[in-house]
Nanobody, 119 residues
């Protein structure tokens, strides 16, 4: 079984920065796409940023130029650097990963980490 553990959320003032981390553990043969999603109260979960196994990235229009996704394949970890944070970035952020593991192909979600942007 593959687990994703997130860290790095918290309370930050507008204009501030946070860095989220998500580490995958388990019988992983290969990690494929990894992404960060977020869900604000009363809204649907949305993709914030994604990165493929080869390093290609994509971002939601609302975060382009402010957020950067990266990964360390040796550590099975994906990061989300969030700069110039705005109150509308407040949400629970979830990590998602797709992989090949001992039982075939699968996908997992992290438990979520709260990001609150407020003065």
């Amino acid at each position: 079984q593959v687990q994703l553990v997130e860290s790095g959320g918290g309370l930050v003032q507008p204009g501030g920065s946070l860095r989220l981390s998500c580490a995958a553990s388990g019988s992983i043969f290969r990690l494929g796409f990894m992404g960060w999603y977020r869900q604000a109260p009363g809204k649907q979960r949305e993709l914030v940023a994604g990165i493929t196994g080869s390093g290609s990235t994509n971002y939601a229009d609302s975060v382009k130029g402010r957020f950067t996704i990266s990964r360390d394949n040796a550590k099975n970890t994906v990061y989300l650097q969030m700069n110039s944070l705005k109150p509308e970035d407040t949400a629970v952020y979830y990590c998602n990963a797709r992989y090949t593991y001992s039982e075939g192909r699968g996908g997992s979600w992290g438990q979520g980490t709260q990001v609150t942007v407020s003065s």
